[in-house]
């Protein structure tokens, strides 16, 4: 089992940025990858970016591509989602996810991911 905690969602402006973190515990030594999705009202759950658990790939959804970094710190377990020059139109709410088995679904998927946490609230004001 892994356990999943979102933090860092908050009310922003456009142009602003947020960093949410995702802190993952229980038995983290099998994951393969962790991701972010986000889900606005009204729409499918889409992904936003995903890291390989040993940090060496990265891939963003092309709307957030050079605005958003995903990275990770390996001595907190924790992955990290840097949101730069925000728009109204990244509000959702964002989750974070993580696979810890093998998986023929890709990782830009959210069938790719096997656990996942409750979500927290990015609004951004125009």
């Known amino acids: 089992q892994v356990q999943l905690e979102e933090s860092g969602g908050g009310l922003v402006q456009a142009g602003d940025s947020l960093r949410l973190s995702c802190a993952a515990s229980?038995?983290?030594?099998?994951?393969?990858?962790m991701g972010w999705f986000r889900q606005a009202p009204g729409k499918e759950r889409e992904f936003v970016a995903t890291?390989?658990?040993?940090?060496?790939?990265?891939y963003y959804e092309d709307s957030v591509k050079g605005r958003f970094t995903i990275s990770r710190d390996g001595a907190k377990n924790t992955v990290y989602l840097q949101m730069n020059s925000l728009k109204p139109e990244d509000t959702a709410v964002y989750y974070c996810?993580?696979?810890?088995?093998?998986?023929?679904?890709?990782?830009?998927?959210?069938?790719?991911?096997?656990?996942w946490g409750q979500g927290t609230q990015v609004t951004v004001s125009s």
């Open positions: 890291i390989t658990w040993s940090g060496d790939k990265t």
């Open positions: 996810s993580a696979r810890t088995k093998p998986m023929l679904t890709p990782l830009t998927r959210a069938g790719g991911y096997d656990y």
């Open positions: 229980g038995r983290t030594f099998n994951n393969y990858a």
